[in-house]
């Protein structure tokens, strides 16, 4: 059974850049159809989409995020990544990655990692 | 964008129950429409995709019904590990999330 496990800073500071790493094990980044993702929760619990990444390289963001996202996959590594920049308090969530079977729903997620914005 | 809202935010029930969540997409989406429970601590799960689509492993008491804009997720009798949180999310146009739905033990 596949699984992903999320990796990075649990503190940032505001203005700062957020970056978070993917890994996926017992099973290959590049299984087709599978399109790798980032959600995040806010602690009043709400769920927010924040984009993907196809291993081709192929990407598509949540427009409310566009000019501060990049999702890059590393295929060697087998490991996909997110960089979130100009951060707020307001991005203070628990960060997930998942998979996106065909781009419809959600199907295996990440244990999650909890970012807090703060100085 | 696609809103879907949620009803009611909060639900108390007793193990053995049935119980129904509701979802309301702000336009049609057809059938793209997806359930996930989280339990306390935990990532969400999925329990039901195009609407009606039991997950592998999902208990049978699970199930769901709808299209267009309105949604119903049904569990037929409440199991102890069923109290949890429910979400839906629409696929049709990007994704969005509704609010959550909590299942309390009454």
């Known amino acids: 059974q596949v699984q992903l496990q999320e990796s990075g800073p649990g503190l940032v500071k505001p203005s700062q850049t957020l970056s978070l790493t993917c890994s996926v094990s017992?099973?290959?980044?590049?299984?087709?159809?599978?399109?790798w993702s980032w959600i995040r929760q806010f602690p009043g619990k709400g769920l927010e989409w924040i984009g993907y990444?196809?291993?081709?390289?192929?990407?598509d963001y949540n427009p409310s995020l566009r000019s501060r996202v990049t999702i890059s996959v590393d295929t060697s590594k087998n490991q996909f990544s997110l960089t979130l920049t100009s951060l707020t308090a307001a991005d203070t969530a628990i960060y997930y990655c998942?998979?996106?079977?065909?781009?419809?729903?959600?199907?295996?997620w990440g244990q999650g990692t909890l970012v807090t914005v703060s100085s | 964008d696609i809103q879907m809202t949620q009803s009611p935010s909060s639900l108390s029930a007793s193990v053995g129950d049935r119980v129904t969540i509701s979802c309301r997409a702000s336009?049609?989406?057809?059938?793209?429409l997806a359930w996930y429970q989280q339990r306390p601590g935990t990532a969400p799960q999925l329990l039901i995709y195009?609407?009606?689509t039991l997950n592998s492993g999902v208990p049978s008491r699970f199930r769901g019904s709808g299209f267009g804009t309105e949604f119903t997720l049904t569990i037929s009798s409440l199991q102890p590990d069923d109290f949890a949180t429910y979400y839906c999310?629409?696929?049709?146009?990007?994704?969005?999330f509704g609010q959550g739905t909590k299942l309390e033990l009454k």
């Open positions: 998942a998979n996106c079977r065909e781009t419809n729903w959600f199907d295996l």
């Open positions: 017992f099973g290959s980044i590049n299984t087709g159809g599978y399109y």
């Open positions: 990444i196809h291993h081709s390289g192929s990407a």
């Open positions: 336009r049609s989406i057809s059938s793209w």
């Open positions: 195009k609407a009606s």
């Open positions: 999310q629409q696929y049709q146009s990007s994704y969005t």
